[in-house]
């Protein structure tokens, strides 16, 4: 029972990563509709970001966490200025691909300056803390409190701001969210500096977690596409939900096969989801529903 204990611990930790940047691809995808292959890098150059602040300034953890979410979302809206709004009128395909070589671009800009080997925030061992025969490391505490800030101002963000409001309005229906005098423009640079602030964070909290790599977030991004598909793409809280169960899933299975297969049972679920429930299991209608 406490192994099981244990790797439920782990599953929300791991799914408390994966929701953050479940909810800023579905973000995108609910108001830009389209798939950003460039989100995984974006959460690995937010966590080098942090690097940065945490070790080339000296600042502390958490304010090298709000900097770099900051500098993540300035970098994500100046990458739509000049790369995604030109080619906005030629369709999902070829956003697509423009994010693919986006994220490549990346990848290597990341290994070009700080090189191709693991990097971490913490030197030295951190001792876990022992309660009821659970092995909980402080960092894991800090991983799930500050996914839960998160998510609790993301809730509180589109439900009760007017930007909020509008993104929603415009997930539902952008003619009539234009006719109806929101500026749309304004909208699409707010979803880019929120999804990308929150696969900042999310990268962040994954290095926290293990460590720093140039391929880090990439690895992650077949997991955060389960979840948005899972819970329906375009609705955040579906992206909650479905963040928090591949999380546990991939988790658990590691009780019955080998931890290297971990990615398997994301790509599974997701291809399951696809063959029975296209729209995802949480999906209500609509883009982003509330």
Known sequence: MTEVLQVILYGLVLGSIIVLGA??????????????FAHGDMMTLGAYFALFYRFGLGWPLSLSLVAAMISGAVAAVLIDKVVYRPLRSRGSITLLIASVGVALIIRNLIRFVWGPDNHYYRRGIQFPIRWMGLRIKPDHLWILGVALVLVILVHVFLRYTKIGKAMRAMADNMELAMVTGIATER???WTWAIGAALCVAAGFLLGLDTQLF???GWNLLLPIFAAVILGGIGSPYG????GLIIGMTQELSTLFISAAYKPVVAFVIMIVILLVRPGGIFRTGGAVKL
Do not use: E, K, Q, S
């Open 23 to 36: 909810i800023g691809l579905t973000l995108t995808y609910g108001i830009l509709n389209f798939a950003n």
């Open 214 to 216: 140039p391929d880090m």
């Open 239 to 242: 992206a909650m939900a479905g």
């Open 187 to 189: 909208i699409v640079v």
